[in-house]
Structure formats: structure tokens, C-alpha cells
């Protein structure tokens, strides 16, 4: 698989936005790319993140997969969380006797 420098995806990716170059198939065609579902793939990350989307380490991190919690970090985590949303609904109802 072949990797790309950032610099070089951003030219292919404004090249194609621009619309000199035509549609993928055409792009991806005068930048030698293996196919078009590379440069949408570019444009896509480009759309969502900006420049940076181009950037290696940030599709890697957006691809990487969350840790496991262990039972009590998991635990802790979700009385905080329950806390949290009895709170919010507490205001909520309060917010309602409020208005009638």
C-alpha cells in the first residue's frame, strides 16, 4: 500500500474541490491514485477535519479502538454519569412546575 504525504493529499483534494480536474475517476487518473475511492476518502477526511484530516496520525487515532475499562473505572464512570443525569433531569422538572 502506498502512503501519501500530507502536502500531496491537500494538492489532490483542492485540485479535485476546485473542479479543474473533473470528477474522481479523472483526478485520481492525472495523479496516478490506485483507484477513485482513495481521493474520496481524502475529500471525505478533508470535509469532516479540515487539513488535518489528511494528516497519517489522525486517521490512526480516529481508528483506533477505545480501551477496555476494567469493572470499577467502568463503574465509577457510570455513577458519575447517572449522577450527572439526574441532575439535569431534577432541572427539568423543575423547569416545568415552573412555567404552569
Same mark, same amino acid.
Given at each position: &500500500?502506498?502512503?501519501?504525504?500530507? %502536502?500531496?493529499?491537500?494538492?489532490?483534494?483542492? @485540485?479535485? *474541490?476546485? $473542479? !479543474?480536474?473533473? $470528477?474522481?475517476?479523472?483526478?485520481?487518473?492525472?495523479?496516478?491514485? @490506485?483507484?477513485?475511492?482513495?481521493?474520496?476518502?481524502?475529500?471525505?477526511?478533508?470535509?469532516? =477535519? $479540515? !487539513?488535518? $484530516?489528511?494528516? @497519517?496520525?489522525?486517521?490512526? &487515532? *480516529? =481508528?483506533?479502538?477505545?480501551?477496555?475499562?476494567?469493572?470499577?473505572?467502568? &463503574?465509577?464512570? *457510570?455513577?458519575? %454519569?447517572?449522577?450527572?443525569?439526574?441532575?439535569?433531569? %431534577?432541572?427539568?422538572?423543575?423547569?416545568?412546575?415552573?412555567?404552569?
Amino acid at each position: &500500500m502506498m502512503r501519501y504525504s500530507k %502536502e500531496f493529499k491537500l494538492e489532490v483534494v483542492q @485540485s479535485y *474541490l476546485s $473542479g !479543474e480536474t473533473g $470528477g474522481y475517476q479523472e483526478t485520481s487518473k492525472l495523479y496516478n491514485l @490506485s483507484d477513485k475511492k482513495t481521493l474520496r476518502n481524502w475529500v471525505s477526511l478533508y470535509r469532516q =477535519h $479540515g !487539513e488535518s $484530516g489528511l494528516d @497519517s496520525k489522525l486517521r490512526r &487515532m *480516529l =481508528h483506533r479502538k477505545p480501551k477496555p475499562e476494567n469493572a470499577s473505572s467502568e &463503574m465509577l464512570r *457510570l455513577r458519575i %454519569e447517572n449522577e450527572y443525569l439526574r441532575k439535569v433531569l %431534577e432541572e427539568r422538572e423543575l423547569k416545568k412546575k415552573i412555567r404552569y
